[in-house]
């Protein structure tokens, strides 16, 4: 399947049950957002800190 980025919209393809290579995910609100690599690095920090997805911009 195919998964895309929740911040740029980049997409790549996932192994069943699995996650793009080199990327993450944060679940909020019971839905999941994929992040690609690029977009986990700028964002690490408010992945580790757990905070909303609003303070991300
Ligand atoms: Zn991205």
Redesign the pocket.
């Known amino acids: 399947m195919t998964e895309s980025?929740s911040?740029?919209g980049?997409t790549a393809d996932a192994p069943e049950g699995g996650s793009p290579e080199g990327w993450s995910f944060a679940v909020e609100e019971g839905r999941v957002h994929w992040?690609?690599p690029?977009?986990a690095r700028r964002n690490i920090r408010a992945i580790e800190g757990k905070l909303p997805e609003e303070w991300w911009e």
């Open positions: 980025c911040r740029c980049t992040l690609c690029e977009c």
